[in-house]
């Protein structure tokens, strides 16, 4: 006896039709088909057991028990729409049973009025629900008075075995709605918790955020202005043309550090963090800084990435180049190769020193991980990283699973 109408029917109503009988409750469709599967054998029972009483094919017996059967097996397969209708369903079906009770007593037939009784209490609220039973109630009780030899145990017995239905059925809608409210409320609580951590971390970031503003932005920023001014009064002064070569590189590193940094304030205080689609850019930047032979290639069609995946992706690609201009030297090549699969994604960053080379010393600026720092990093979003000497270089490769269910919000 279930209460939300599934596609194919089933002792259901509409949830949401309201009215004196009480809302139709949704459940759980595993309980409705165990109630159906009950239902209907018990029925087949019944039918079974009385076959000896069906004697004549036409007498009333056989109408009254066609007729309750066939309600109750449209209660249990095609639940009327309208509450009204179904709480009429029900009460026939337990004057079916009244009058299988009446008309042979020695039959099973009663148990119709129990199924009627127990349907009426899971199905509607207790008040209407008391009512409809008793209207069964009663009809059972005028057909004992009418033909039972002893009206006075027999009723005692009917009432009370249908009084025990009918409570076990209203206890088990109240446990059930009971349940659902439990269930309800649990869900609100666990959302007002994750709401209350998700608003502490937010505070936490954003106060991070202001630190790093006020203290690193601040000094990139001076250094940024004091670089140009630098490169300014060695334009003017006539020095070397190297230093001032230089001068310029390290304006662009203060310029792109300064850019990185704000673009760390803006993922703690909750924007958009950086991700595949930047990685040209990283790319260009390395050739502007460093000379770099840097090039990016693009395998299969990119696909929507979470947010910390991206991240990983941008950072790793950030590092490897940061340690090419450190390690491989002015001019050395780095190919960056983004691989789309349906599955995953994979990054390849492999360089190859300058002959003679010895590394810069200085690199673009790094994402500040590290190898062992991207490595971990790349295991919480459930993917591997690899790093390793080549041939004639240095290779890196990320790879990372997409859609990883373990990922959280970042």
């Not at 509450?83 to 008309?103: I, M, Q």
């Not at 304030?265 to 390395?286: C, F, Q, S, T």
Request: hydrophobic fraction near 45%; proline fraction near 6%.
């Amino acid at each position: 006896m279930t209460t939300a109408r599934p596609p194919a029917g089933g002792l259901v109503g509409r949830p949401g039709v309201t009215g004196l009988l009480g809302p139709a409750e949704a459940v759980d469709p595993r309980w409705r088909r165990r109630v159906v599967l009950l239902g209907t054998a018990s029925a087949a029972a019944v039918t079974i057991a009385m076959v000896p009483h069906l004697t004549p094919w036409w007498s009333p017996v056989t109408a009254a028990l066609g007729c309750g059967l066939v309600l109750w097996l449209v209660e249990l397969f095609a639940t009327p729409d309208a509450r009204v209708v179904e709480a009429l369903v029900l009460v026939a079906v337990g004057v079916a049973g009244a009058v299988l009770n009446a008309d042979a007593p020695e039959s099973p037939g009663f148990v119709l009025a129990y199924f009627a009784v127990a349907g009426i209490g899971i199905r509607f609220l207790p008040r209407p629900a008391a009512v409809l039973a008793a209207v069964v109630v009663a009809a059972v009780d005028v057909g004992i008075a009418v033909t039972s030899a002893h009206p006075g145990t027999s009723l005692v017995t009917s009432d009370l075995g249908l009084a025990f239905v009918f409570v076990v059925a209203a206890a088990t809608r109240s446990a059930r709605a009971a349940d659902a409210r439990s269930r309800v409320l649990l869900a609100e609580l666990e959302a007002s918790r994750a709401a209350e951590e998700a608003a502490v971390a937010l505070a936490e970031r954003t106060r991070l955020a202001r630190e790093i503003h006020d203290i690193l932005a601040h000094s990139l920023s001076g250094q940024v202005m004091s670089l140009e001014a630098t490169r300014m009064l060695a334009e003017r002064s006539g020095a070397d043309a190297r230093v001032v070569t230089e001068i310029e590189r390290a304006h662009r590193l203060a310029r792109s550090g300064l850019a990185d940094t704000r673009r760390a304030i803006g993922a703690l205080r909750g924007d958009a963090l950086p991700g595949p689609e930047l990685i040209p850019a990283l790319v260009r930047e390395a050739q502007a800084a460093h000379g770099l032979r840097a090039t990016s290639t693009v395998d299969g069609d990119p696909r929507p990435v979470q947010a910390e995946a991206g991240l990983c992706l941008y950072r790793t690609t950030q590092e490897a180049l940061t340690n090419t201009a450190k390690h491989a030297g002015r001019g050395a090549a780095a190919t960056v190769t983004l691989r789309w699969a349906e599955d995953r994604v994979d990054l390849t960053v492999t360089d190859e020193r300058r002959p003679g080379a010895s590394g810069d010393g200085v690199g673009m600026p790094s994402g500040g991980y590290g190898l062992t720092g991207l490595r971990e990093r790349a295991e919480l979003v459930g993917g591997t990283l690899h790093a390793g000497p080549t041939a004639t270089g240095f290779r890196v490769t990320l790879s990372l699973p997409l859609d990883h269910p373990e990922e959280g919000p970042r």
